[in-house]
């Protein structure tokens, strides 16, 4: 109520009399902003009170219920247990994409190598494409060979020996078939 004392010492004049007209003026136009309306006031005391009643009766409801209260407890037990499974093997299988792609021959023999690796809290392995560059450059035998550039030829390379009897027929699947013909007599 110390607005009410501030407005009233304002409108106080020289003789100690007060202009009540002014200061009814401004507390009317003050009181909106530091007081709440009794119908307000009311209402909100029903709500709060109406709501303590109905926490208090689900409360007693509950209490005897324990079994209730143990299977919640079970269930977000298992359930946590099972967002962790589900981040291991997410995971694992993040890990083993990327080994996959980088062409591992063994890719357990190359997880177990790897060791532990953390993940962010969005659950993707830190830094992987990095350590997967780092093992291929530490065992180079477990990886596929990169493929070659374009345009060149992939793995062995035919060498032509020039032996005779040798066809330089450019379409092997007719002269097989005009040399079975022959055989037969047609």
Known sequence: MDWIKSILDKHTKENGTVDLVEANKEIDAEFPKNAVPKA?????V????????????LQKSNKDNEELQTKISEYETKMQQLETERAEERKTFTIKEALTKAGVADVDY????????????????VDLDNKVKALQEANPTFFKPADPAPGQPNGYKVIDNKLQGGSGDPNPEQAATE???KALGL
């Open 40 to 44: 307000d006031f009311n209402s909100k």
């Open 110 to 125: 190359m997880m177990f190598k790897l060791g532990q690796l953390e993940t962010d809290k969005d659950g993707n392995v």
């Open 46 to 57: 029903e709500e709060l009170k109406t709501a303590n009643e109905t926490l208090t009766g």
């Open 179 to 181: 040399a079975f013909e």
